[in-house]
Nanobody, 127 residues
Framework: QVQLVESGGGLVQAGGSLRLSCAAS?????????????RGWFRQAPGKEREFVAV????????YYEDSVKGRFTITRDNAKSTVYLQMNSMKPEDTAVYYC???????????????WGRGTQVTVSS
């Protein structure tokens, strides 16, 4: 069984900060752990499509962000804990969404590139 378990969602005021975590466990059908996968974050606001937020390469060297979160959000990973983080600073009401953790091969911003997903965690930013 493979699993991505998210935590850290909640309510925060505009300008505040929140850190999301996503712990991974198990091996895929290819025998790999999630430490060898790129790890990404997506979000979906009410009435909108799920959109890419950030991704980090398997070794933590490469990162890519959606333009709207650059300079505010930081994605990191701790392979010793099989966990990826999304530090969200200077948050805006527009950041309100369900945030999903994902894993896949390569640094991509399209949903189909990710094979594994968490259940999602709600993030709400008040004005």
């Amino acid at each position: 069984q493979v699993q991505l378990v998210e935590s850290g969602g909640g309510l925060v005021q505009a300008g505040g900060s929140l850190r999301l975590s996503c712990a991974a466990s198990g091996r895929t059908s290819s025998g790999r752990t999630f430490n060898s996968y790129a790890r990404g974050w997506f979000r979906q606001a009410p009435g909108k499509e799920r959109e890419f937020v950030a991704v980090i390469s398997w070794n933590g060297i490469g990162t890519y962000y959606e333009d709207s979160v650059k300079g505010r959000f930081t994605i990191t990973r701790d392979n010793a804990k099989s966990t990826v983080y999304l530090q969200m600073n200077s948050m805006k009401p527009e950041d309100t969404a369900v945030y999903y953790c994902a894993a896949g091969d390569g640094i991509r911003r399209i949903r189909s590139a990710y094979d594994f997903w968490g259940r999602g965690t709600q993030v709400t930013v008040s004005s």
